[in-house]
């Protein structure tokens, strides 16, 4: 079945700082790819995503790239801030459907330091 | 604004209660699921549903139970029968697979 496995945390970044976090999945076929942020006490939000491979995915300073050759969609940001502390969930789903379910991996904490 | 709403935030129950955790959305979206975190983990699926009146099991159904009378809502209910109902339960919805989910603000359910 599908899987995705991210990188263990927590992540301890000091402010400016370069940010990897990586991801890599294992699925048939081509699965569009996301990834989540959630903050403490709260839901999931999408904070970008990549339907086919070499897609890139970007939002808020953030990107990802769909690399297919590699089963991949790590998470950069070239300079993190206090306020991105928080949960990082990486996930897949295949598009077959309203209702196709997402595997996520088990996260990854960032912590960003002044 | 469109969203998900889910209520209360924070909830309370004795053990062997059975107690209800509401998801509402105005999103219009068809597809509705319900997971489970648990601290230091990733989501667990319990239920989703593709359609008003259908749903399927997920990964942890087992002392769960859902209902889909109404687009708009989609409530959990933690039975008995469930036996470690504390948790952080999200509620999301999707229109289409390309687009992933949207989720709700999450209810946290502590049973004493």
């Known amino acids: 079945g599908d899987s995705v496995t991210q990188m263990e945390g927590p992540v301890t970044l000091s402010e400016e700082a370069f940010l990897t976090i990586n991801c890599t999945y294992t699925?048939?076929?081509?699965?569009?790819l996301f990834w989540y942020v959630q903050y403490p006490g709260e839901g999931l939000q999408l904070l970008l995503k990549?339907?086919?491979?070499?897609d890139k995915g970007s939002n808020k300073g953030f990107e990802a790239t769909y690399r297919k050759e590699t089963t991949s969609f790590h998470l950069e940001k070239g300079s993190v801030q206090v306020s991105d502390s928080a949960v990082y969930f990486c996930a897949l789903v295949h598009n077959t459907g309203t209702a196709s379910k997402l595997t996520f991996g088990t996260g990854t904490r960032l912590q960003v330091t002044l | 604004d469109g969203g998900i709403t889910q209520s209360p935030k924070y909830l309370f129950r004795k053990e062997g209660q059975n107690v209800t955790l509401s998801c509402e959305q105005n999103l219009n979206h068809d597809a509705m699921y319900w997971y489970r975190q648990d601290p230091g983990q990733g989501l667990r699926l319990i239920y989703y549903?593709?359609?008003?009146?259908?749903?399927q099991k997920g990964d942890i159904a087992e002392g769960y139970s859902v209902s889909r009378e109404k687009k708009e809502s989609f409530p959990l209910t933690v039975t008995s029968a469930q036996k470690n109902p504390t948790a952080f339960y999200l509620c999301a919805s999707s229109t289409g697979t390309s687009y992933g989910y949207t989720f709700g603000s999450g209810t946290r359910l502590t049973v004493v």
């Open positions: 990549a339907t086919k491979a070499d």
């Open positions: 549903s593709q359609i008003v009146n259908d749903f």
């Open positions: 699925a048939t076929g081509y699965p569009s």
